[in-house]
Antibody
Framework: QVQLVQSGAEVKKPGASVKVSCKAS????????MHWVRQAPGQGLEWMGW????????NYAQSFQGRVTVTRDTSISTIYMELSRLRSDDTAVYYC?????????????WGQGTLVTVSS | QSALTQPASVSGSPGQSITISCTGT?????????VSWYQQHPGKAPQLMIY???KRPSGVSDRFSGSKSGNTASLTISGLQAEDEADYLC??????????FGGGTKLTVL
C-alpha cells in the first residue's frame, strides 16, 4: 500500500533553516510528481511547490521563491523540502502529498505531517 | 496567486444536504477541470474526497459529489452524518503550473 512517512518535529530559531523529509513506499517513486503543502495553526492549506521525481524539475509558489528548495533522492524514494531564513510565521505543519495525475493536480496520498516551530 | 474563496462555515442537520462553494478565477477553477476537494479532521492529514471536479476516489461515499459552473466549484454532501463534521478544502491547478487552495470551510453537523 502507498505510504508517505515524514521526518519528526523540528524546533528552529528565526533565521535558521529546516529540512523535512518524506519517504515514499508502495509504488513506483519516479512515476508521480510530489508536492509540499503547509498549514499554519488554525489556518488553511498553503501550497509550496512540486518536484518531478523523475527529472528533478521543480516549481515553487511565488511567495516562497528564493527560500524553498525541494529535492529528491531516487535511490531511497525520498523527497526533501528545505526552507531557509525562517520566521515565526513559518510555524506550521508541513505535508508532502503525491500527485495522482500527470495532467492537473490532486493529492491522492498525504504524509502524516511534520510540525516545524520557529521560536527564539 | 490568491487563495480560492470558500465560506468560513456551513451547518446542517443529520440527513440533510449541504453545499460548499469554492470561487476562483478563469486562471484556475474556471480554466481547468482540475478541482479537488479534501476532508480534514482536527490534527489529521487531508483526505481526498473529489478530484477532477466530480470524480470520487474508490472508498469515498457516493454521498459526496462535486460540480463546477464558470469560476465556482461546489461540493455537495447528501444525507449528512455526524462523521462528516470536519473542515473541507478545495484546490485547483492553475495556469502557472502551480496549485492554489481555498481557505477551508468548517462543517458542523447539528
Amino acid at each position: 500500500q502507498v505510504q508517505l512517512v515524514q521526518s519528526g518535529a523540528e524546533v528552529k530559531k528565526p533565521g535558521a533553516s529546516v529540512k523535512v523529509s518524506c519517504k515514499a513506499s508502495g509504488y513506483t517513486f519516479t512515476g508521480y510528481y510530489m508536492h509540499w503543502v503547509r498549514q499554519a495553526p488554525g489556518q488553511g492549506l498553503e501550497w509550496m511547490g512540486w518536484i518531478n521525481t523523475n527529472s528533478g524539475g521543480t516549481n515553487y509558489a511565488q511567495s516562497f521563491q528564493g527560500r524553498v528548495t525541494v529535492t529528491r533522492d531516487t535511490s531511497i524514494s525520498t523527497i526533501y523540502m528545505e526552507l531557509s531564513r525562517l520566521r515565526s510565521d513559518d510555524t506550521a505543519v508541513y505535508y508532502c502529498a503525491r500527485d495522482g495525475t500527470t495532467s492537473g493536480w490532486y493529492g491522492d496520498y498525504w504524509g502524516q505531517g511534520t510540525l516545524v516551530t520557529v521560536s527564539s | 496567486q490568491s487563495a480560492l474563496t470558500q465560506p468560513a462555515s456551513v451547518s446542517g442537520s443529520p440527513g440533510q444536504s449541504i453545499t460548499i462553494s469554492c470561487t476562483g478565477t478563469s486562471s484556475d477553477v474556471g480554466g481547468y477541470n482540475y478541482v479537488s476537494w479534501y476532508q480534514q479532521h482536527p490534527g489529521k492529514a487531508p483526505q481526498l474526497m473529489i478530484y477532477d471536479v466530480s470524480k470520487r476516489p474508490s472508498g469515498v461515499s457516493d454521498r459526496f459529489s462535486g460540480s463546477k459552473s464558470g469560476n465556482t466549484a461546489s461540493l455537495t454532501i447528501s444525507g449528512l452524518q455526524a462523521e462528516d463534521e470536519a473542515d473541507y478544502l478545495c484546490s485547483s491547478y492553475t495556469s502557472s503550473y502551480t496549485v492554489v487552495f481555498g481557505g477551508g470551510t468548517k462543517l458542523t453537523v447539528l
